[in-house]
C-alpha cells in the first residue's frame, strides 16, 4: 500500500511538472478526471515504465475523460 501511495506522489509530481502547473491545479485535475483511480486501477502496469510514459499515459487518459 505504501509504494503505491508514493507512486501515487510520484504520478502526481511529475505531471504537475511537466505541466507547469501548481500542486492545487494538478491535484484538482487528477481529482476531476479520476486518475487517482486509474493509476490503482493499473499501478502493475504502470508502475514499470518511465516517468515520461507515465505522464502521457495520464494525459490521454485525461484527454479520454473529457470526450
Known sequence: MERMI???VFCLESYKQSHNMTGKIAFETFN???VFDYIQSFYD?????G???IV???DIY???RKN
Not at 502496469?45 to 515504465?49: A, D, F, G, M, N
Request: charged residues 30%.
Open 6 to 8: 508514493d507512486f501515487t
Open 32 to 34: 476531476d478526471y479520476k
Open 45 to 49: 502496469v504502470l508502475h514499470s515504465t
Open 51 to 53: 516517468q515520461e510514459y
Open 56 to 58: 502521457e499515459d495520464i
Open 62 to 64: 485525461i484527454t479520454s
